[in-house]
């Protein structure tokens, strides 16, 4: 059962076994990736309440406390054991590479799928890195990201190439008519985003300036059923009509603020599924990585046995050659499905 009553974490984060002023320090429920941040005080100390994390805390979860201070990085992973309430948790800094967080799944997902393994297993910190290689893969196979990623000013040029006209514009203005005007008063009004899907637009401008002038931005408003001067044609594909105002031929054309990607908090049915096959394939990726770095063992040293949990590599990593393979039709399948879903991969 979840609950919302206080759970204490505290301890020194020390360096040469003097505590550390003013490190950031981060609390990391496994279960729910739910992150809390504090930095510690002139004696280095620091303190968490788990009841401020909104999803609050349960008997059995595994929390992670780690920090990063310049290049000297800690981190300690334990269980919740009730009716225990407070962890004294201290940490002696070790100099080791920053990592970053982790987003299409959690640390508790990649232990349960390998029968319910823990930090006494292998690290919270080797499961980190092998999410984060899935997740790279993952992002340049599909050439997008499942999560909002932020560019700003993203400046465009426009030519041949990257104009477009959109089926209405190619329609003449007489009412009812059939006429197309392909040639020869014709708008080019489409143009499309680097990176997609698009998740929202903050800005977009267009250059007034000639050639060879300084830029002069003039920024445009979206027409959302009242009045402006570009919309959306299609955020899957990134595409954006102009309705006037139209972007000028040449080199800073016009410019824009996004946000692309997914929408992690979209309820969107699409979205929602898109993202849970994205977490499984992240899981098994992760997986994959993990079981193959613990088989490398036994591959170079047959004398060497390696066992996480019921998963048991002997003998040149046979047993882990076995597993990795019954793994890999659900991985493809996985990959199909993405690109069934209108997902390029690569």
């Avoid at 020194?12 to 510690?40: W, Y």
């Avoid at 006429?179 to 997609?196: H, I, K």
């Avoid at 992760?286 to 048991?312: A, C, H, L």
Wanted: proline residues 2%; hydrophobic residues 35%; aromatic residues 8%.
């Amino acid at each position: 059962m979840v609950s919302s009553l206080p759970l204490l974490i505290y301890g020194i984060i020390s360096e040469s076994d003097s505590g550390v002023n003013l490190a950031t320090v981060k609390c990391r429920n496994e279960t729910t990736n739910q992150v809390l941040t504090t930095q510690t005080n002139s004696d280095g100390a620091y303190l968490f309440d788990l009841s401020n994390m909104s999803s609050g805390w349960a008997d059995g979860q595994q929390i992670t406390i780690y920090t990063i201070y310049s290049d000297f990085e800690g981190q300690n992973t334990f269980t919740i054991a009730l009716p225990v309430y407070g962890y004294e948790k201290s940490i002696a800094l070790s100099a080791v590479t920053d990592s970053e967080l982790i987003d299409y799944c959690t640390v508790q997902d990649v232990y349960d799928e390998m029968d319910g393994k823990t930090a006494t297993d292998i690290s919270a910190e080797r499961i980190i890195k092998s999410i984060q290689r899935a997740e790279g893969l993952i992002d340049l196979k599909t050439n997008t990201s499942f999560k909002s990623i932020t560019v700003t000013d993203e400046i465009h040029t426009a030519d041949r190439y990257t104009l477009d006209i959109s089926p209405d514009f190619l329609d003449s203005v007489a009412s009812m008519s059939t006429l197309r005007r392909d040639a020869g008063g014709a708008v080019l009004n489409r143009v499309t985003t680097f990176f997609s899907p698009i998740i929202s637009i903050s800005s977009l401008s267009v250059n007034q300036a000639g050639f060879n002038s300084a830029d002069s931005w003039n920024e445009l408003t979206q027409q959302t059923g009242s009045s402006g001067d570009y919309i959306i044609e299609d955020a899957e594909a990134g595409i954006i009509d102009f309705l006037t105002n139209y972007p000028r031929i040449g080199k800073r054309s016009w410019k824009l603020t996004y946000a692309y990607g997914y929408d992690r908090t979209s309820t969107n049915r699409r979205v929602v599924t898109t993202l849970k096959a994205i977490e499984r394939l992240t899981i098994l990726l992760s997986v994959k990585s993990v079981i193959t770095s613990k088989s490398s063992g036994s591959t170079f040293d047959s004398t060497q046995d390696v066992r996480i949990g019921t998963i048991e590599v002997k003998a040149g990593a046979k047993t882990g050659a076995a597993y990795l393979m019954s793994i890999q039709p659900e991985i493809d399948e996985l990959w199909r499905h993405l690109g069934e879903l209108g997902i390029e991969v690569i």
